[in-house]
């Protein structure tokens, strides 16, 4: 079993800047991919950004440019750097962790809220 373990998130104003952190932990030696997706009330949820494990990104066109994912393998973690926040970022964050085996895991979630 994995579990994911996030960090950071809350209130800033528009403009702002804030930073995710998620550790995984557990059975998380087959790790193809981790990233963020965030669910706003009422929408679905959506990928925001997501690291692979040989380095390459990718990222929602909306926060392209303003987000930056990093991580450590070694480590097992990845942080996102937000910035620029606008509200329309507005939503619940959650570390996600896809295996080799095609596994999914995902963290509790973490809320964003950015003040306009």
């Known amino acids: 079993q994995v579990q994911l373990v996030e960090s950071g998130g809350g209130l800033v104003q528009a403009g702002g800047s804030l930073r995710l952190s998620c550790a995984a932990s557990?059975?998380?030696?087959?790790?193809?991919?981790m990233g963020w997706y965030r669910q706003a009330p009422g929408k679905s949820r959506e990928l925001v950004a997501r690291?692979?494990?040989?380095?390459?990104?990718n990222y929602a066109d909306s926060v392209q440019g303003r987000f930056t994912i990093s991580g450590e393998n070694a480590k097992n973690t990845v942080d996102l750097q937000m910035n620029s926040l606008k509200p329309e970022d507005t939503a619940v964050y959650y570390c996600?962790?896809?295996?080799?085996?095609?596994?999914?895991?995902w963290g509790q979630g973490t809320q964003v809220t950015v003040s306009s």
């Open positions: 996600n962790l896809q295996s080799y085996q095609a596994l999914t895991y």
């Open positions: 690291l692979y494990r040989n380095g390459n990104t």
């Open positions: 557990g059975r998380s030696s087959n790790i193809y991919s």
